[in-house]
């Protein structure tokens, strides 16, 4: 079974400044997909940035982009000129390519706040 | 584009009481999937149905029953609710693509008292 880990339940930054968000994963799977989900006070979960394992360019999204570090099974999340808007619990997720039902395993969620 | 629809919202349940969760997608999806929510612990699978007519129990899927209604709908059912199932709910929906995302609902808020 595959399991995600978020070591930083909360984290916090100043406006403008940047954050990184960590996030490990154990799977013996060869190909996966791995996604940052973004949920805010409103409790939409909303998709940040994903990554497909047999892609050694790490993803970018505007201010997001990742660190995919395949053989250490990492996949963390920077978030660059934070904004009061990205306020929100971040997820981590992990989908196995062999897995059945394509279903997502999450990690336990860092809360992060951005401070004016 | 409704995407995914859960109903209701918010419930306040007794210990004992049964209730469904409804969720409809009008995506074509073929996954379908029911999380919960807890603190520091994520979202937790509770349910999944890969496609219409199959359905597979997830992490925690005790005290639960889901239905696969047709391709659109997955229900979830607590036939005797207890307060340990008070949590946020989530059905979301997916194509049979890993590479692609997942879409939620905008979750149920239910407690059990």
């Known amino acids: 079974a595959q399991t995600v880990t978020q070591s930083q339940p909360e984290m916090s930054v100043q406006e403008a400044e940047t954050v990184t968000l960590s996030c490990t994963y154990d799977t013996s799977e060869n190909n996966y997909y791995l996604f940052w989900y973004k949920q805010p006070p409103s409790r939409q979960m909303i998709l940040v940035i994903r990554?497909?394992?047999?892609?050694?360019q790490n993803a970018t999204e505007n201010r997001f982009s990742v660190n995919f570090q395949k053989a250490a099974k990492s996949f963390s999340l920077k978030i660059s000129d934070s904004q009061l808007g990205d306020t929100a619990m971040y997820f981590c997720?992990?989908?196995?390519?062999?897995?059945?039902?394509?279903?997502?395993?999450f990690g336990e969620g860092t809360q992060l706040t951005v401070n004016p | 584009n409704a995407g995914v629809t859960q109903t209701p919202k918010f419930q306040v349940l007794k210990t004992g009481q049964s209730m469904t969760l409804q969720c409809a997608q009008d995506m074509n999806h073929n996954s379908m999937y029911w999380y919960r929510q807890d603190p520091g612990m994520g979202l937790r699978l509770i349910y999944y149905s890969a496609s219409e007519g199959t359905t597979d129990k997830g992490e925690v899927p005790n005290g639960y029953n889901v239905s696969r209604l047709n391709k659109r709908e997955f229900s979830l059912r607590l036939e005797s609710a207890a307060p340990s199932q008070t949590s946020v709910y989530f059905c979301?929906?997916?194509?049979?693509?890993?590479?692609?995302?997942?879409?939620f609902g905008q979750g149920t808020r239910l407690t059990v008292v």
């Open positions: 979301a929906s997916s194509p049979p693509v890993p590479n692609t995302e997942a879409f």
């Open positions: 997720a992990f989908r196995g390519r062999e897995t059945s039902g394509s279903r997502l395993t």
């Open positions: 990554q497909e394992a047999y892609k050694q």
